[in-house]
């Protein structure tokens, strides 16, 4: 995680990779992520859990369905730092 924050200009959102999702066909996009990739991409490097299809086409329904996660919070992001 270190390493993305330390590079965090190389980085970019993968909306591209949003359409292959739609088409199930995965899109490979150098340093370029959407939020469920990214989070499937974490949890798969950190050897919490791997993934039955490419990270590209992990949606959030799929991380919603993994048993070994605990749900802690749900709503607007502001509400939760203040």
Same mark, same amino acid.
């Given at each position: 995680?270190?390493n993305?924050?330390?590079?965090?200009? !190389?980085? $970019?959102?993968n909306?591209?990779?949003?359409?292959?999702?739609?088409?199930?066909?995965?899109?490979?996009?150098?340093?370029?992520?959407?939020?469920?990739?990214?989070?499937?991409?974490?949890?798969k490097e950190?050897g919490?859990? !791997?993934?039955?299809?490419?990270?590209?086409?992990v !949606?959030p329904?799929d991380?919603?369905?993994?048993p070994?996660?605990e749900?802690?919070?749900?709503?607007?992001? $502001?509400?939760?730092?203040?």
């Amino acid at each position: 995680m270190a390493n993305f924050d330390r590079n965090k200009e !190389t980085y $970019h959102y993968n909306l591209i990779g949003l359409f292959g999702v739609m088409l199930n066909k995965p899109i490979q996009r150098k340093n370029a992520y959407f939020c469920s990739q990214f989070v499937a991409y974490i949890l798969k490097e950190s050897g919490i859990i !791997t993934f039955d299809k490419p990270l590209e086409l992990v !949606t959030p329904y799929d991380l919603q369905q993994i048993p070994k996660l605990e749900f802690v919070y749900e709503g607007k992001l $502001h509400q939760a730092v203040s």
